[in-house]
């Protein structure tokens, strides 16, 4: 269990964390919560995104949890009314919530898997910084992108339409941060590298992957989920009142090599 330790870092914030019921997400919840501010964990998984908030209430911070899907707009506009009514303006977006479909170009259903990942990775961003765009301008508030290592580089798999959803994802934080900068709203992203979450384990699993990731990490391990907390932490804290439109590595080094 979390403990609050008094952190006046984010106090007085009010933080949205898709994808929150488990993985990174989760961490990314704990941690803003740690750093004092009210969380509203999301997840199309009731189930998940309900452990996380009580996880949080339980520690004594404050949260709630709300089951959204973020490829349906309809649901992210519900969303940001359940905030406003539940917790106030919206000062923290952080878009987590993703997915990682492999599927060759060519095959009968990549077309398919090419319309399911832009659907949540691409489209569930926008739509959700659509609809908390009024409170994160009534806020002056912080957006956080998920993007990747694969926003930088391809990574030598079947995974054209997720390598290529967070290159979209890193191009949309600089052109959003450049767009939004009049509203005095800052909008950064972090980019994972081999993180040890549910969405890694098949890869995990992969002896040829592993020896892979680790040849070309130089702190020859995975991340952990809860090290992805602290980057999103900084980056929607007064510490970081100058950052705009960074894409940061969190990957212990390998984009170095």
């Known amino acids: 269990m979390i403990e609050m330790n008094g952190s006046p870092l984010l106090n007085g914030n009010v933080a949205v964390v898709t994808g929150a019921g488990q993985g990174m997400g989760k961490e990314i919840a704990l941690g803003l919560a740690q750093a004092g ?6 997840d199309v998984n009731a189930e998940t995104v309900g452990s996380t908030a009580k996880e949080i209430i339980a520690a004594g911070g404050k949260a709630w949890s709300l089951v959204w899907n973020v490829a349906n707009e309809d649901e992210a506009k519900r969303a940001a009314d359940f905030v406003r009514e539940v917790a106030g303006n919206a000062s923290i977006l952080v878009n987590n919530a993703g997915i990682h479909r492999r599927g060759l170009v060519g095959n009968p259903d990549h077309t398919a898997t090419w319309h399911e990942v832009m659907g949540v990775n691409v489209d569930g961003i926008m739509y959700s910084i659509t609809a908390f765009l009024e409170q994160l301008k ?28 967070k290159g979209a994802v890193a191009m949309l934080t600089k052109a959003l941060a450049v767009e939004f900068a009049r509203y005095e709203i800052r909008v950064n992203a972090v980019a994972p590298g081999f993180i040890e979450t549910p969405q ?11 020896a892979f990731v680790l040849s070309h990490t130089p702190m020859k391990r995975f991340g952990q989920g809860h090290e992805m907390a602290g980057p999103v932490v900084f980056l929607t804290s007064p510490l970081a009142t100058f950052v705009n439109g960074v894409v940061l590595p969190v990957d212990g080094g390998f984009l170095t090599l």
């Open 138 to 165: 009534a806020t002056r508030g912080s957006i956080v992108n998920l993007a990747s290592i694969q926003s930088f580089a391809a990574a030598p798999n079947d995974t054209t339409a997720y390598t290529t959803s």
């Open 200 to 210: 890694t384990e098949g890869s995990r699993a992969n002896p040829d992957r592993v």
């Open 37 to 42: 501010a009210s969380v509203i964990c999301a």
